[in-house]
């Protein structure tokens, strides 16, 4: 079957760093996305990787090892308005799969 | 750019009664757009996928007698909830693809239509 796991929720500390990491089992592989969604909103693209390796954009990277069927998200110097879930989607055989998302909460 | 903007925002209705939700692109053309539909606490779930000028493809378990999705233009889509029950309350996603990302599946997401039938 196809299966994508995330880690329901998260705790991190305002400034601090956190990883949320994101495996996949799917039938076919084109690419990987990361969403933020904030509580009541629709979600905002954040990234897109096809290729192993680190992506960064700013204050968030996304990292991909497919052999691994692994990713992860890289959010630094944390902020309150990052408080959202954040969702891994895998582009797969002419579909995107998603991930039931990762609540991040943000202390101060 | 790459905005998408969903109507309304919230509805409320009544039991038997029927819905439309319109969703546009504002400033692309959108080739592909997704219907989604998200319960409290869970993710998005995909509920049909439109190309301009084709009828939807709709996702298994989706009845598309009740979900009716038009896509007569490039950036306009519409999901009709015909008949809606209680158990249709949700929040209706829709998003658009222009087809010229890198991936077919490089969505913008609408605001959202948030669904209540009493």
């Known amino acids: 079957g196809q299966n994508i796991d995330q880690p329901t929720e998260m705790t991190a500390t305002e400034g601090a760093i956190v990883q949320i990491n994101c495996t996949y089992q799917t039938s076919g592989f084109n690419g990987l996305f990361w969403y933020q969604q904030h509580a009541g909103e629709a979600p905002t693209f954040l990234s897109y990787n096809v290729l192993d390796g680190l992506e960064e954009k700013g204050r968030f990277s996304s990292f991909l090892s497919r052999s691994k069927g692994y990713s992860y998200l890289l959010l630094k110097e944390l902020q309150m308005k990052d408080s959202a879930s954040y969702l891994c989607a895998v582009e797969g055989n002419y579909q995107l799969i998603w991930g039931a998302g990762t609540k991040l909460i943000i202390k101060p | 750019g790459a905005v998408v903007s969903q109507h309304p925002s919230w509805v409320i209705c009544k039991s038997g009664t029927s819905v439309k939700i319109e969703c546009r692109s504002l400033?692309?053309?959108?080739?592909?757009m997704f219907w989604y539909r998200q319960f409290p606490k869970q993710s998005l779930m995909l509920m049909a996928t439109s190309n301009e000028g084709s009828k939807a493809t709709y996702e298994q378990g989706v009845e598309k007698d009740k979900f009716l999705i038009n896509h007569a233009s490039l950036t306009l889509s519409t999901l009709t909830v015909t008949s809606a029950h209680p158990e249709d309350s949700s929040f209706y996603i829709c998003?658009?693809?222009?087809?010229?990302?890198?991936?077919?599946?490089?969505?913008?997401f609408g605001p959202g239509t948030r669904l209540t039938v009493t």
């Open positions: 998003s658009g693809s222009s087809g010229r990302a890198s991936s077919p599946y490089e969505q913008y």
């Open positions: 400033d692309f053309q959108a080739t592909t």
